[in-house]
């Protein structure tokens, strides 16, 4: 299992700060995944399928830059969803 914990409007978009779900074999097919069982939106109309794009994710604590598809979850238990943020 994985747990997924969403920050600022990937929170807003999936109606949930975290959840738990069977993990999946890479990134990629994880956020598939959860764009597909999240089809809210922000208030300005974003849905989380659109907000991914702009994310950062921490798996396991590190901040990956490798293309999702490349990313294997084998072993990971937590994968944080960071949108971009304003301010500091």
Known sequence: MLDI???AA???AAGVASE???APATLAELMDALAGAHTGT???GM???EIFPRCSFL???TTTTADPA???LAGVSRVDVL???AGG
């Open 47 to 49: 849905s989380l399928a």
């Open 20 to 22: 738990r779900v069977d």
């Open 83 to 85: 949108p971009p943020f």
């Open 5 to 7: 914990h969403y920050f």
């Open 42 to 44: 922000t208030d300005a």
């Open 70 to 72: 490349d990313v294997s």
């Open 59 to 61: 798996i396991d604590g």
């Open 10 to 12: 990937a929170r807003a």
